[in-house]
């Protein structure tokens, strides 16, 4: 079946550093692949996405490069502020289907 | 244009109470979806629907009713309200393809005593 698994967090950083956050998936053919972010008390918003192999998903200075041959998005970002913090989610489309798949979700949390 | 709105934002329920969490969104779109949100286990796909008249069943059905009788509303409606149904609900609605972008609403949180 369809589903994405996403590197256990949570994760802590200090302003400045760098981030990775791994994303890997399986699914029948192209998936659209995207990167969601959730801020304390609020829904998710679209991050990035990528609907086609090696296209690269880039916002806010986050980046994530479609993978097809390791079938993996992830998320990175060169230098990480506090104002970051949230719970990141990776999540697939699968291209003859509706059904949005999830990850379990990465805590992120940026110290000044 | 509001988006994606849910109403309400917070709801505290007795076991088996029966009540409908409403969504509605303004942006015309095809496909509108109910998920859960558990910590550990990102979020679920309760039910799904491609148009008005069509609704299908996603990932965690049992005990939630939905229908769609207008393009903009899809209200989830809890028959029997079980203190496993605490959670936090969002609801979300994209234009038909896979490639789009999917826009949620703020969530609702139910507590189930």
């Known amino acids: 079946g369809n589903s994405v698994t996403q590197m256990e967090g949570p994760v802590t950083l200090s302003e400045e550093a760098f981030l990775t956050i791994n994303c890997t998936y399986t699914?029948?053919?192209?998936?659209?692949l995207f990167w969601y972010v959730q801020y304390p008390g609020e829904g998710l918003q679209l991050l990035l996405k990528?609907?086609?192999?090696?296209d690269k998903g880039s916002n806010k200075g986050f980046e994530a490069t479609y993978r097809k041959e390791t079938t993996s998005f992830h998320l990175e970002k060169g230098s990480v502020q506090v104002s970051d913090s949230a719970v990141y989610f990776c999540?697939?489309?699968?291209?003859?289907?509706?059904?949005?798949?999830f990850g379990a979700g990465t805590r992120l949390t940026v110290k000044p | 244009n509001a988006g994606v709105t849910q109403t309400p934002k917070f709801q505290v329920l007795k076991t088996g109470q029966s009540m409908t969490l409403q969504c509605a969104q303004d942006?015309?779109?095809?496909?509108m979806s109910w998920y859960r949100q558990d910590p550990g286990m990102g979020l679920r796909l309760i039910h799904y629907?491609?148009?008005?008249?069509?609704?299908d069943q996603g990932e965690v059905p049992n005990g939630y009713n939905v229908s769609r009788s207008t393009t903009e509303d899809f209200p989830l409606r809890l028959l029997s309200a079980a203190p496993s149904q605490t959670s936090v609900y969002f609801c979300?609605?994209?234009?038909?393809?896979?490639?789009?972008?999917?826009?949620f609403g703020p969530g609702t949180r139910l507590l189930v005593l």
């Open positions: 979300a609605s994209r234009a038909g393809t896979s490639g789009k972008t999917q826009y």
């Open positions: 699914a029948t053919g192209y998936p659209s």
């Open positions: 990528a609907t086609k192999a090696d």
């Open positions: 999540a697939l489309i699968p291209y003859n289907n509706n059904d949005m798949r």
């Open positions: 942006m015309n779109h095809e496909y």
């Open positions: 629907s491609v148009g008005a008249g069509i609704t």
